[in-house]
């Protein structure tokens, strides 16, 4: 068949229009420019990657193979990454743009107290010679502090003082909003302290799950081996290590439980640690050493664990608590030193995600700066990616997305009056981040051209302080949780708020010039109307317009949106990740709402746009509606490694790549009609779910 023909168009494409034009521009219209579209875009101007089409496959029958088939039959994966596809595109060219910026900081001072900062730390983590003579002795502090370990006192101390800093065994602590009170930042203190994926894997033999746990036990063992352990001392250490890990992961929460925001969140504050659920761990010592001394209201995810782990450190052998906290402290620090601790962490890596070999160092060191002094970083990546108009073309479709959403909530018809306003009033609450902070953060901790590995414990510190205090201080929702060059986004239902980095407003999956279809297709229903369904799916659904936890729905329009949800539950638990691992759909089902309601919303919202417009341009081979869709399946195409698909399976909220094309577009009731598909077709089932 010809490049860029499908199944149903082997007539000529049906016009786009017609759409009546406003005369002139209307205050509806968003902006004037949009309405200057050629009249004709190719494919690729248009923002479709022609090549990645099969052309061979039936859309109706298949269409993420028809949308992605010429990628996955001709991509394949680097060996130094887990997976290749539209996101790690544009995570490359990022990668190759900061790689530059960075280079050219280490070289020479600028007397810009930012590239300094950039060019010290780079250069530090760059200084293979200065990593190879330090070794291991930067980790020695820490584990001098394990070997204190004598009995549950002297345990419980060692824990304090790893958790000063920034090395969390047992559990971690951060800020929180108070779910009862979204005005307030309180402290929030969850599990923490595993280096397997998930808790199952502890204790389950779903795919390779047995196998993993014996390459882990094994990684472990050699970890205790560079540790100067003898062989035979090095298993001992590393089964009571191991033995140890297993307790806590009975112990702690399934992430499907903790997708119940009221299962994570108890009020049992200081006074109920101190005095009923763990009386012997010192928490005013803990908090002191934290830097946070009067902190008093505290939420735990669950205060059984406290109670049963303050009686593991006092019941658990001291050397089996030695071996945890020294796994502990080797797993959070092997990165950051010499080649055989950094090759040992990749051994590990390579069994979970199945990448052949380690990235250059350059990318690992770009990838800690990101992490590290991301915002410093993410201003050179701005300058060079997101310049222009790109900004006020995000926003224009986040509006675009939002209106349609509110058009959504009018009409829905199983929900009652009183939900729907209440709903309405979250929509109009939802505040969104775009691109890249108003004002940058200041990283004020000191760095050293000589000491990587001081480095980042100088920023682990900084920042779990800067964590720390926001807790007692109102909300900041100005914020950000990800760095500017991150190809990602998120919603936050404590905040009622979505932010898009200027890394996922990238080619292929925005451009300022694209046909208005691919952008509404990719960005408006992928990013956008996915961040914002996450404010009404199963999980976001509980918070209210202000960031409460509180029940804002009527029983019986509850009742019937979970009737929703379930039918999305067991769409996705018939899909399979692998052969044999089949997706959770409990585990899923917020990011499958996500999904779905994201791309139907987006749908409306870009017919609802084009009403206002010119005709967009036409494109040879599809009709705009086509566009849509294909921009949305591209935007997903992507190879991965099984090893990477089957550890997602287990412990990651998000369906693969296939099924977040295919099992959204199965439910969309614009896709049959924009292909001309017959009913029953593959694509179009007939039964389809909806929630929103
Ligand atoms: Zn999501």
């Given at each position: 068949m010809a490049a860029g023909g499908v199944t149903t168009g082997?007539?000529?494409?049906?016009?786009?229009g017609p759409q009546a034009a406003p005369a002139d521009g209307s205050a509806a219209a968003p902006s004037a420019s949009h309405t200057q579209w050629a009249p004709q875009m190719s494919l690729a101007e248009a923002?479709?990657?022609?090549?990645?089409?099969?052309?061979?496959?039936?859309p109706c029958t298949d269409f993420y193979a028809f949308a992605c088939g010429g990628f996955l039959k001709t991509a394949s994966i680097p060996p130094d990454r887990s997976s290749w596809g539209a996101i790690e595109i544009v995570v490359k060219d990022a990668e190759d743009v900061l790689h530059d910026a960075l280079e050219a900081a280490a070289k020479a001072s600028a007397g810009d107290p930012t590239i300094d900062k950039l060019g010290a730390y780079y250069a530090a983590c760059m200084d293979e010679p200065a990593i190879e003579r330090a070794g291991a002795a930067p980790m020695q502090p820490l584990l001098d502090l394990v070997a204190k370990v004598s009995d549950g006192t002297t345990a419980a101390a060692a824990v304090v003082a790893l958790h000063a800093e920034g090395v969390f065994p047992l559990f971690a602590i951060g800020p929180q909003q108070d779910f009862a009170d979204a005005t307030q930042v309180i402290a929030s203190i969850d599990q923490a302290g595993l280096g397997l994926p998930d808790r199952k894997y502890y204790f389950e033999n779903k795919g390779t799950m047995a196998r993993t746990r014996a390459a882990y036990l094994a990684h472990l063992t050699r970890l205790f081996q560079l540790l100067g352990k003898d062989a035979a001392a090095a298993r001992t250490a590393a089964g009571e290590a191991m033995r140890v890990e297993t307790q806590l992961a009975r112990l702690q929460q399934d992430e499907v439980v903790r997708r119940d925001p009221h299962a994570v969140y108890h009020r049992v504050d200081r006074v109920g640690l101190e005095t009923k659920l763990a009386p012997s761990f010192p928490w005013g010592a803990y908090l002191a050493a934290l830097g946070i001394p009067d902190v008093t209201k505290i939420s735990v995810h669950d205060p059984a664990y406290y109670t049963r782990i303050a009686a593991l450190l006092k019941t658990e052998r001291p050397a089996a608590l030695r071996s945890y906290l020294a796994s502990v402290v080797m797993r959070s620090m092997a990165d950051d030193l010499s080649k055989p601790w950094v090759d040992e962490a990749f051994a590990m890596r390579k069994v979970l995600d199945g990448v052949k070999e380690l990235p250059p160092r350059w990318r690992r060191c770009l990838r800690n700066t990101d992490r590290d002094l991301g915002e410093l970083l993410g201003q050179s990546y701005i300058k060079t990616r997101f310049a222009g108009d790109a900004k006020a073309r995000a926003v224009e479709l986040t509006r675009a997305v939002l209106a349609a959403m509110r058009g959504e909530l009018d009409q829905l018809p199983w929900m009652d009056d009183a939900t729907r306003g209440a709903a309405k009033q979250k929509l109009e609450k939802m505040a969104y981040l775009v691109g890249f902070p108003d004002k940058w953060r200041r990283y004020d901790f000191e760095i050293k051209r000589t000491d990587f590995a001081g480095n980042v414990q100088a920023a682990s510190r900084f920042e779990l302080a800067r964590q720390l205090a926001k807790i007692g201080k109102p909300v900041d929702r100005l914020d950000w949780g990800m760095t500017p060059p991150t190809v990602n986004a998120y919603y936050d239902p404590t905040l009622n708020e979505l932010a898009l980095p200027a890394g996922q407003l990238q080619p292929p999956f925005f451009g300022a010039r694209f046909h208005p279809a691919v952008n509404f297709g990719s960005t408006g229903g992928g990013t956008i109307g996915h961040e914002m369904t996450h404010g009404f799916d199963d999980e976001g659904s509980q918070f209210d317009a202000d960031g409460n936890l509180r029940e804002w729905w009527t029983k019986p329009t509850r009742a019937r949106f979970h009737d929703a949800t379930r039918c999305v539950v067991d769409q996705y638990a018939r899909y399979e990740a692998v052969p044999g691992v089949h997706l959770d759909g409990k585990l899923t089902a917020g990011e499958n709402i996500a999904d779905n309601g994201g791309v139907k919303l987006a749908y409306q919202a870009y017919q609802a746009w084009k009403a206002t417009q010119k005709p967009p341009a036409q494109v040879e081979g599809y009709t705009d509606d086509q566009l849509y869709f294909l921009a949305y399946a591209q935007s997903w195409c992507d190879k991965a490694t099984p090893e990477v698909l089957e550890k997602r399976a287990h412990s990651n909220p998000h369906s693969p790549p296939r099924w977040r094309v295919n099992g959204v577009i199965v439910n969309q009731p614009g896709f049959g009609p924009a292909f001309k598909c017959t009913a029953g077709a593959a694509m179009v089932p007939g039964k389809a779910c909806s929630v929103w």
């Open positions: 082997s007539a000529p494409p049906a016009p786009a923002g479709i990657v022609p090549d990645w089409i099969d052309a061979t496959v039936d």
